[in-house]
């Protein structure tokens, strides 16, 4: 009976926002659990038991999201028409696909052909990664040849773990972004026990594991992922959307080395800007979300401001500006207790200062963000000097 429900559920897919009203007063639970990749981070998720719907957001057709992705699509996966097998899928042959060796016959064939999507259309090949409610594999469809991940979430364990609307919240959302520095959602369907979510193939894979290979990013790599992670969340504002979990695990990496924002898990359309609910990873939480419960608490796309800050100083220290047990970790972020390293430049030292504000208000716009010295010094000014680098 339950799974029949959220089948329907899926059918309509149509999600309502959160958004709660200040007059109203909500009994609220922190909950924290620890994050399998890295022990020292907590996810932090508050439920709220009673809300007002302020606003819905409709999911079109997936012939519409296809022929929209067309372009941006068809832009970023060139390549050969040869056939090759699959990695992980059973063949003679032991070479293996990259998205660039996709040609843009392929890639239109797939976004442009009216079907319904079924799994019976895609070769599955190795596994790219497991999250907690399922696993994502490397895929190819049978006709057009087109390569992309493709996210098996287990319809038991998303009721089980009470996310059936963050999942549905995340599709709407994803499917319609197009920009190069956010993994495209090309479309969804399902089975009597599944979700499948048909994502774009980031073959460098998680961020993270680079940053951790890496210890920590030379200036130039900091401030040209910097520079990607502002034009990416510009147009996530612009489109009212609020990521609310930024951090180096949910960051891919495209073939050509660019940065793919790729988990919406926690973000909200919210058109007023407005928003209560407590979410997302400690250690990049704002210091207006750790507020306790009241109708003081509101917060609005800036949250993502002050991540973006805590990314730059983990990309160029190796870790989390406020990283301490969970409790130390709040009561440094509420003071914007840090410490920048003497090897940190001047210019990328201003702009995390700059970011890390208290006040909200008073951080410094993405667009000044893409402006800033720092960023002009290393992507425009400093592009043969980062080269050099790189070279040695």
């Known amino acids: 009976m339950a799974t029949r429900t959220l089948e329907a ?3 309509r897919m149509s999600v309502n926002d959160e958004n709660e009203y200040p007059s109203q007063k909500s009994k609220a639970t922190t909950q924290l659990s620890q994050s399998a990749s890295r022990p020292n981070l907590f996810k932090v998720a508050l439920q709220t038991q009673s809300s007002n719907t302020v606003t819905a957001v409709t999911l079109p057709s997936q012939a519409a999201q296809r022929k929209g992705a067309a372009s941006a699509t068809a832009a970023a996966q060139p390549g050969s028409p040869a056939r090759k097998p699959l990695p992980g899928a059973s063949s003679s042959s032991s070479s293996s696909w990259t998205s660039e060796e996709q040609t843009q016959a392929a ?4 976004v442009y052909q009216p079907k319904q999507f079924h799994l019976g259309m895609f070769e599955i090949g190795r596994p790219l990664g497991k999250g907690k409610f399922g696993r994502v594999y490397l895929a190819r469809e049978r006709t057009s040849g087109f390569i992309c991940a493709l996210k098996v979430l287990h319809k038991s364990e998303l009721q089980q773990g009470r996310v059936e609307k963050q999942v549905r919240r995340e599709i709407e959302i994803q499917s319609n972004l197009r920009h190069p520095n956010i993994l495209q959602l090309f479309g969804h369907f399902h089975d009597s026990k599944r979700v499948f979510l048909i994502l774009e193939f980031a073959c460098k894979g998680e961020l993270y594991k680079h940053l ?3 210890s920590r990013f030379p200036e130039w790599k900091a401030s040209q992922y910097i520079a ?3 034009s990416a969340l510009r147009y996530l ?3 009212h959307v609020i990521h609310r979990d930024i951090k180096p695990e949910n960051i ?8 793919k924002i790729s988990d919406f898990g926690w973000s909200v359309h919210a058109p007023n800007s407005r928003r209560q609910t407590m979410c997302g990873t400690l250690d990049y939480l704002p210091p207006e979300m750790l507020r306790s419960g009241g109708s003081d608490n509101w917060y609005n796309e800036k949250v993502d401001l002050w991540s973006l800050g805590v990314l730059a100083y983990e990309f160029l220290v190796g870790e989390a500006p406020f990283e301490d047990t969970p409790v130390m970790t709040q009561r440094r972020i509420t003071k914007a207790d840090m ?3 003497s090897f940190v430049s001047p210019e990328a030292r201003d702009l995390i200062k700059k970011l890390l504000v208290l006040d909200p208000e008073k951080r410094i716009p993405l667009d000044q963000v893409q402006t800033h010295p720092w960023i002009i010094k290393h992507c425009v000014k400093g592009e043969r000097a980062a080269n050099r680098e790189r070279s040695h």
């Open 339 to 341: 410490t920048i390293p």
């Open 107 to 110: 890639v239109e064939q797939f």
């Open 228 to 230: 990607q992670m502002a």
């Open 212 to 214: 951790r290979k890496e």
């Open 9 to 11: 559920r899926l059918e």
């Open 252 to 259: 891919l990496m495209g073939i050509h080395g660019e940065l």
């Open 237 to 239: 504002h612009r489109k």
